[in-house]
């Protein structure tokens, strides 16, 4: 390995090329360090957080508890930042990331405003050539892609979007001065977890609020609420266990979870959890059973049970029901969090457009066109989310070894080996990556676990003198088996989701995230090192220079 960056004419030669300084990418930069690696970080972002970055909507929350939300590989951090509230919002979340790069100088590191534009294997030198677009070349033995499973936006498949002349604003993509709704006729397309939260705060101001609803998400309420004082001292001083439930916890997180099944008490006891948990908010009512991600009658009650809340809370009974989720089970989309979500369709001012019934046929100069008519908008915001867990990795050409290109490997779905590794790609390494838990699972504790394993297989190399690592065909073959195995013993493949890779248009499609719970997957990722990294085929340098 080499000790410092060295250069040769525009080629820069390093250790690892990190992609991408959301959370993963950001924990890389300060793992390599320690580790003594030359290494730089590659952000297209103007500064660290990720998604956190860009998605400054009005409303933006994480809907993971701030204690979930939070890195665990360093004490002092723990200690030294204190949330306000119990579920923390884009601008707390992104201070949060600039604090963790301002404490641990992590900035120097990256170069951000660059986006890479391609990486190949080049399999005589062992090592990736990486190219930006500010025209730089980059050599390194290993490349991280720590890009995250929800950053490449997408468009809704409308016709006319480039005719339309009024303001036409992206969530994920949110401009970085204030906006204002005040008096303007708004369209908001798309309701999923994103359009919810914009839909709730655009309701307050805007003079008029179309929402183009084409499949209704669940949603509870969040109640959220600032963390006191002495609550945040507590928090702090059993940090240690928090973070070891965390660990055990099949989502990586402490929200709450049951090992009670659905019909183990009778309706009258099943309801009274159902409206504690609704009560208490957040997750819980996601958490009150063990099985209703796996019971399908189970998932039917409480799919009902929400269905009810929202008759309740709507008051106009064909916007209600045009609000309640059918056809798919509740939690096989993602389900959402809300603060007054329902309560803004309450008003004059807001008017919802079903889009089974009336759908878009275009965007004009002038809005938004329906079969039923034309509906004028001063401003039209799209909330038509990601192309989820393969798009960023696929957002530039990366060729591995005799040529084959990523693109073409995943040409049927995407495969690799635990989400960390693929065949035929040495030293290219994934941080929550889509056959992994992704999604499923509390993203930071997913990262902070990946980075760790991807620095111990990175000095296992370097203590044996090894130039490469790739997983043999077998291992990625059996572990895929593994993930579709697995995958219909839930629920969450019946549903049209970028979980499934069902909203872009001509993706594969399929559930191929690992299913089977976090610890589970931990130690998936644990057997794999054993004897030897059994799992893998390796290069050696004296193999390299003899070929």
């Known amino acids: 390995m080499n000790d410092k960056a060295g250069t040769t004419g525009a080629v820069k030669r390093l250790d690892a090329v990190i992609v991408g300084a959301g959370f993963g990418g950001m924990y890389a930069v300060y793992k390599f360090r320690e580790m003594g690696l030359s290494f730089v970080g590659i952000e297209a972002g103007g500064d660290v957080g990720g998604v956190w970055y860009w998605n400054r909507y009005p409303g933006a929350r994480c809907d993971l508890m701030s204690v979930d939300y939070s890195y665990s590989f360093s004490r002092e951090i723990e200690q030294e930042w204190t949330w306000s509230e119990r579920f923390a919002g884009q601008p707390e979340i992104l201070a949060y990331a600039n604090f963790v790069a301002d404490r641990l100088d992590l900035r120097k590191h990256i170069q951000f405003n660059t986006r890479v534009t391609g990486a190949v294997w080049d399999e005589r030198r062992q090592l990736w050539v990486v190219k930006t677009d500010k025209g730089e070349t980059i050599e390194a033995t290993y490349c991280v892609m720590a890009t995250g499973p929800i950053s490449t936006p997408k468009d809704p498949d409308i016709p006319g979007i480039a005719s339309y002349e009024g303001e036409l604003l992206r969530a994920q993509k949110w401009p970085h001065h204030p906006v204002s709704f005040a008096g303007k006729r708004v369209g908001v397309i798309g309701v ?9 705060e655009v309701g307050k101001e805007a003079g008029e609020l179309y929402v183009f609803q084409r499949t209704p998400s669940y949603s509870m309420p969040m109640r959220n609420q600032a963390l006191e004082a002495d609550y945040v001292a507590e928090m702090k001083k059993h940090y240690p266990a928090l973070r070891a439930a965390m660990r055990m916890s099949p989502n990586g997180g402490v929200r709450p979870s049951s090992t009670r099944p659905f019909f183990s008490l009778p309706p009258s006891m099943r309801r009274q ?3 504690h948990a609704w009560e208490e908010g ?4 996601l958490g009150a059973f063990s099985d209703v991600m796996v019971n399908q009658e189970a998932n039917d009650q409480v799919a009902d049970f929400l269905r009810e809340k929202i008759g309740q809370i709507v008051k106009d009974p064909k916007t209600a029901e045009l609000l309640k989720p059918r056809g798919y089970p509740v939690f096989a989309r993602r389900p959402c969090l809300d603060s007054g979500y329902y309560e803004t369709y309450n008003k004059p001012n807001v008017h919802l457009v079903d889009c089974n019934s009336e759908p878009i046929e275009a965007m004009t100069a002038k809005g938004v066109r329906t079969s039923a008519r034309e509906i004028e908008l001063d401003m039209v915001i799209f909330a038509t989310g990601y192309d989820g867990l393969t798009g960023a990795l696929l957002a530039f050409e990366v060729t591995g070894r005799g040529g084959l290109k990523m693109s073409e490997k995943w040409s049927g779905g995407a495969r ?3 989400g960390l590794m693929m065949e035929g790609f040495p030293n290219l390494f994934t941080t929550a ?7 499923l699972a509390n993203l930071i504790n997913i990262n902070e676990h990946d980075v760790d394993w991807i620095a111990a297989a990175i000095t296992y190399m370097a203590d044996n003198k090894l130039t490469a690592m790739e997983p043999t065909k077998q291992a990625e073959d059996d572990w895929m088996e593994l993930v579709a195995t697995l995958a219909p013993r839930t629920l969450l493949s019946k549903a049209s989701t970028w979980y499934t890779g069902t909203n872009v248009k001509g993706k594969p499609t399929g559930l191929t995230m690992f299913v089977g719970g976090f610890p589970k997957y ?3 990722c ?6 030897g990294y059994h799992a893998f085929s390796f290069k050696t340098r004296e193999a ?4």
């Not at 957040?282 to 009512?285: A, N, Y």
């Not at 990556?433 to 999604?439: F, H, L, Q, S, V």
């Not at 390299?544 to 070929?547: G, K, N, S």
């Open 192 to 200: 999923g977890s994103t359009g919810i939260q914009v839909i709730q």
């Open 273 to 275: 959890v159902l409206e």
């Open 282 to 285: 957040g997750h819980s009512v």
């Open 416 to 418: 690799s080996f635990l």
């Open 433 to 439: 990556g889509p056959n992994g838990p992704a999604a």
């Open 522 to 524: 931990v130690e998936h």
């Open 526 to 531: 644990a057997n794999a090192t054993k004897d």
């Open 544 to 547: 390299t220079a003899a070929a």
